[in-house]
């Protein structure tokens, strides 16, 4: 069992006190809440929003990456390695004429040019405690950093967009949730009222048998009817189980936590036609701005693979110390520019620029393709909120034609002018003209959320009390 908002050492102080957990009371949640609750939570929105620091944090380090770089080190060192130690006696400002041998040096001696001095070939051990502050600043780089801060800046747009898009895709999955609990509630009262007219002509009929009005086959013709209605509720009330288990399963809530449900939702539809929603979203669809931010980010992929073609130019000062003792007696410095220029590496700069291109070239593509397939998704889901919300009014006359021709058969029955036949299938008919009425009203949500999801409105404002 999931914990949420309680630790288990509390849990467990409530059982050894006998007193059940909170969630043993119903929460009342509406349609808001409901949001709140699913945004808070949802795994797939946190790694969203992780993406979006990563990419914030990619902006930064590329911005940095125009800024001086500076270092600073300190070592010791103990050598007497002869290139090494002589080194750093010059280093530290120390080296003498007798490190390189004067003393064995006799100009009388024949074939004294031949002698290996002892303490230049084999010095004693030198010890040197150094410091170093360095500094480094990229003067130009072919437009690399500049195309690493355009890659970046492009990948947090992006991310920021997905968010928005998840965001979106997650109030709709509530939405949905949310409303089939209350359709399964509304296909549930529609099961109640055909289990109540069932129980009706059972009596009905029952009476008129015992009248002799009517043979026995009608009366268990009717009984029949009312085992079949019995089943039919019972599937609407699992249906209404199963929906609230869904309602469960996005909320993130233990599934046995009971819930109580706000009013029932319904979608506006948002303003405009069919043609301005399909140029409206062009900027407004956060899936078409991210892959659109992908088009720039690749665009910045190929400037930093093209600058490799050109030369890169650096500035660098140093400041170091060198000191046979600990501490800081031997300054120097040294400052320069430096220049490299790759002029043959067997074509592979020029084919990762080839290669960068056509990347970006694919998400264009791709892009285009998404454009193409959202006005279709905008058109098509208008289409069907449309239809949805003329069906209404239609199916609700339905209703009222099929209820006023239930009663008409009915007493046909009664007075012995009828069918038992007639009777159920008017009754058939009435039950279909309400569950088809469940699912206009059902169809018109579903499709105008879809609408409003193609289109990057989709938010909590928009879904009102029905």
């Keep these: 069992m999931r914990v949420r908002g309680v630790g288990y050492m509390a849990v467990a102080a409530l059982a050894l006190a006998g007193v059940q957990p909170a969630w043993s009371q119903a929460r009342t949640v509406d349609f808001a809440q409901a949001v709140e609750l699913a945004l808070h939570q949802n795994p797939d929105l946190l790694a969203v929003q992780a993406q979006v620091e990563q990419a914030r944090a990619g902006v930064a380090q590329a911005r940095g990456a125009r800024l001086p770089r500076l270092s600073a080190g300190l070592g010791a060192t103990r050598t007497n390695d002869a290139l090494n130690a002589f080194g750093l006696k010059l280093a530290q400002r120390g080296a003498t004429f007798n490190d390189f041998g004067a003393g064995q040096f ?24 150094s410091s170093r502050l360095e500094a480094q600043l990229p003067l130009y780089t072919g437009g690399k950093l500049r195309g690493y801060l355009r890659q970046a800046h492009a990948m947090l747009l992006a991310a920021q967009a997905g968010d928005r898009a998840a965001r ?19 296909y549930e009262q529609v099961a109640a009222k055909a289990l109540q007219a069932a129980h009706s002509q059972v009596d009905m009929v029952d009476k008129l048998y015992r009248q002799g009005v009517v043979l026995k086959s009608d009366l268990l013709a009717a009984q029949v009817n009312l085992e079949n209605a019995r089943t039919q509720q019972q599937q609407a009330l699992d249906l209404q189980a199963q929906a609230m288990d869904g309602l469960h399963v996005v909320l993130g809530l233990p599934l046995d936590q009971p819930l109580e449900l706000g009013p029932a939702v319904r979608v506006s539809l948002p303003e405009g036609t069919p043609a301005s929603w399909v140029a409206s979203a062009q900027a407004d669809n956060p899936r078409l701005v991210a892959l659109d931010q992908q088009v720039a980010a690749a665009a910045g992929q190929v400037e930093v693979a093209r600058s490799d073609l050109y030369p890169q130019v650096g500035a660098m000062a140093r400041y170091e110390t060198h000191d046979p003792n600990p501490g800081f007696s031997a300054h120097s410095y040294t400052v320069g520019v430096q220049l ?17 291109a056509a990347a970006r070239e694919a998400l264009r593509f791709k892009l285009q393709s998404a454009r193409e397939q959202l006005g279709m998704k905008i058109q098509d889901a208008a289409r069907k909120a449309s239809l949805a919300s003329s069906q209404i009014a239609g199916r609700e006359l339905a209703v009222r034609q099929a209820e006023e021709a239930e009663r008409i058969v009915e007493q046909r029955y ?13 009754q058939a008919m009435l ?12 169809q018109e949500t579903t499709q105008r959320a879809a609408l409003r999801l193609a289109l990057g409105r989709l938010d909590a404002g928009s879904v009102q009390a029905r």
Excluded: C, M
């Design 106 to 129: 006799n100009p009388t001696l024949p074939g004294v040019l031949d002698v290996a001095p002892t303490n230049l070939n084999h010095p004693a051990p030198v010890n040197d405690f």
């Design 168 to 186: 979106q895709e997650i109030i709709d999955h509530v939405l949905q949730a949310y409303d089939g609990v209350w359709t399964a509630r509304a």
């Design 340 to 356: 490299s220029w790759n002029l043959f590496d067997g074509g592979v700069t020029r084919q990762a620029v080839d290669q960068a």
């Design 414 to 426: 009664a007075n012995g002018v009828g069918t038992l036949l007639e009777l159920q299938g008017a």
């Design 431 to 442: 039950d279909k003209a309400r569950a088809d009425l469940v699912l206009a009203r059902s």
